[in-house]
């Protein structure tokens, strides 16, 4: 697809493909750059990620819809690849949502999850959260809906949380009911084990993610099998920030005992990968028209 298609465009052409979209998640500018030289087709702006690089706490509610979009229109900016955006509990009521998925279209996204949870919201693979009732979490869902239809060029995902307290029957009826408001892509956070994952793929005919962490609740299947249940999607949110933080937690015990880390970027690499190549060559453009436009000045001033 042309690079002039929109955002939204774009993923809704990767989701038509028979092929399970690899996404590793990103947290900043540099990491969506590295997942997007390194050849996937997609990434997805983790808030679990975003809250440690940025503020350096936890995913349980402390970083604000400002700094989500913030950093998301850093992101969306430095990438070609479409983006989708942890929009989280949505920021308030339906009017809040709303607002959001119009702030995170403008930033850039492809895409805006919103999910049921209460707020603070917490990280979907940990202990103590909890969903709001049916009701309002059908209100997000048709809210965001309404927001994309009413003009906005972008895809909606409905994420549940309900599994953890409520059981899977409850959370395949949230699945349904989002499928049925018109959200684009469906996720069941944390299912407990294949034949669950499998029965979610049975239920919901609309495009879905699965969500793989490690060490978390749902089991890390191979894409292979997680094709063959149906997930269009295969997302991984921690691999790349908890890859970023062992090498540096290595890198600085290294150094603290007097040693130099070995296992780095070479200097001329690290330029390449933040853009200096990109940028020097873009600027000899207009350094080789300098002559022309003294020439230009000279003509002027004759």
């Not at 590793?24 to 500018?29: G, Q």
């Not at 979490?137 to 060029?153: F, H, T, Y």
């Not at 009911?177 to 994952?197: K, Q």
């Amino acid at each position: 697809m042309p690079q002039t298609a929109s955002p939204a465009d774009r993923l809704r052409a990767l989701l038509q493909q028979p092929e399970l979209l690899l996404m590793p998640c990103c947290f900043d500018a540099l990491s969506a750059r590295l997942i997007q030289q390194a050849g996937f087709p997609l990434t997805f702006m983790s808030g679990f990620a975003t809250s440690a690089a940025r503020l350096g706490m936890p995913d349980t509610g402390l970083i604000s819809y400002a700094e989500m979009a913030d950093q998301g229109r850093n992101i969306c900016g430095a990438v070609d690849l479409p983006v989708i955006g942890d929009g989280d509990t949505g920021y308030g009521n339906p009017m809040n949502v709303r607002r959001t998925v119009r702030g995170y279209a403008d930033a850039g996204f492809a895409c805006i999850m919103i999910e049921d949870q209460e707020s603070p919201k917490r990280c979907g693979h940990t202990r103590g959260k909890q969903v709001v009732d049916r009701q309002q979490a059908l209100q997000r869902i048709r809210a965001a809906v309404d927001e994309r239809e009413a003009g906005r060029d972008i895809l909606i995902m409905a994420r549940t949380d309900a599994r953890h307290e409520h059981g899977l029957d409850e959370a395949l009826w949230r699945c349904q009911a989002f499928a049925d408001l018109g959200a684009d892509i469906i996720f069941l956070e944390a299912p407990r084990s294949r034949d669950e994952m499998e029965q979610f793929c049975r239920t919901i005919e609309r495009p879905k993610m699965a969500n793989l962490v490690e060490q978390g609740d749902t089991p890390l299947l191979p894409p292979e099998t997680l094709q063959a249940m149906g997930f269009a999607i295969a997302a991984y949110p921690l691999t790349l920030i908890s890859s970023a933080a062992r090498a540096m937690q290595e890198a600085l015990q290294q150094l603290k005992n007097g040693e130099h880390p070995q296992h780095l970027l070479s200097f001329d690499e690290l330029k390449r990968v933040v853009g200096f190549e990109a940028y020097d060559h873009a600027l000899d453009a207009y350094t080789d028209t300098r002559p022309n436009a003294d020439a230009m000045i000279e003509k002027r001033t004759d």
